[in-house]
């Protein structure tokens, strides 16, 4: 990983926490992960299951799914809670499409995310092959529920217009962290323009989603503050997980939120109108994604577990 590049490696990094019990996670394995391993190798695939270091890479590849990363694995960004490498990407490999589409259709799942990294150096952002994809994975898998979890695009309207005209179940573009945090931890983003493309999508008529980490020095009431936030821009979908710390080149945990923390924001967020909440220590945007494609679902599960 020569190629990280993260604010943190210019500040005191504190050393690595303990992680509690509640974070144990079970190694990879059995034969639908050694499968999933396979066709990613085989395909020259990206996923962020790996290049993200995701902690539940074990119970998804072992369920034969997994979270797919386009347009290369080196990220023109450098933010300082991601593992994923930053510097200068490779060309634009124009028969990504196909091999993805491909390796879903081999994977035989219901449901697939769809990731990238950030590429700012494109004219178009990226933009045309996440149509590209989109429009592959639909044509050779055709019962396949989609979601795509994308950049900020800048803020472009028609960068972030020719992802949505591709027709995705849903559309994701996570906060990732508080209005506060968001200088030190997404470098060259800005809050209010994700929340601008969370409220732009949701004009486009998508179902939008997005994520949050707790961890990172963000206090209860700035939360709920952000929280506040995407409700007045109609988001449906809003998970929030526990941030981890990659490697000691990246932002430091300040404090590992307890699952009752976690559960308190979840009745929080049904309060405020979301349609779908998934909040704890090991969620991350992909979890459970399966789910969070059908309207309706998320809040009648909550009502049910109130009247149970």
């Known amino acids: ?166 027709a995705p179940e849903v559309i994701s573009h996570n906060m990732e962290t508080v209005e506060r945090l968001t200088r030190q931890v997404r470098i060259q983003a800005k809050y209010r323009r994700s929340l601008e493309v969370l409220r732009y999508l949701k004009e486009l008529g998508v179902r939008t989603k997005t994520g949050i980490m707790l961890g990172l020095g963000e206090t209860k009431e700035e939360v709920i503050e952000t929280m506040n936030d995407l409700a007045a821009v109609n988001l449906d979908v809003l998970t929030l997980g526990q941030y981890l710390q990659p490697t000691t080149r990246h932002l430091p945990v300040e404090r590992f939120v307890h699952p009752d923390e976690f559960a308190e924001f979840r009745e929080i967020g049904y309060s405020l109108g979301f349609d779908y909440v998934e909040s704890g220590p090991l969620v991350r945007s992909s979890y459970h994604s399966e789910k969070h494609v059908f309207p309706g679902y998320g809040r009648q599960q909550w009502l049910s577990e109130k009247v149970n």
């Not at 790996?50 to 072992?62: A, F, K, L, T």
């Not at 149509?131 to 989609?146: G, R, Y």
Request: net charge neutral.
């Open 1 to 166: 990983m020569e190629q990280i590049t993260a604010c943190a490696s210019q500040q005191n990094i504190k050393p690595r926490y303990q992680k509690p019990n509640w974070l144990r996670v079970k190694l990879p394995i059995g034969e639908s992960y050694k499968h999933v391993r396979n066709l990613v190798d085989t395909h020259k695939l990206h996923t962020i299951c790996e290049s993200g270091n995701c902690p539940n890479m074990g119970e998804c590849w072992g369920a034969g799914t997994a979270t797919f990363m386009i347009l290369g694995n080196i990220c023109t960004r450098s933010c300082g809670f991601c593992a994923v490498a930053t510097g200068r990407p490779e060309p634009v490999d124009w028969d990504e499409p196909q091999r993805v589409a491909e390796a879903i259709h081999l994977m035989k799942v219901k449901h697939a995310v769809i990731t990238s990294v950030d590429r700012d150096e494109l004219k178009d952002g990226g933009s045309t092959i996440w149509f590209n994809t989109i429009k592959a994975v639909k044509a050779l898998n055709p019962d396949t529920t989609l979601e795509t979890l994308i950049p900020d695009f800048k803020g472009i309207h028609e960068q972030i217009e020719k992802v949505a005209e591709a």
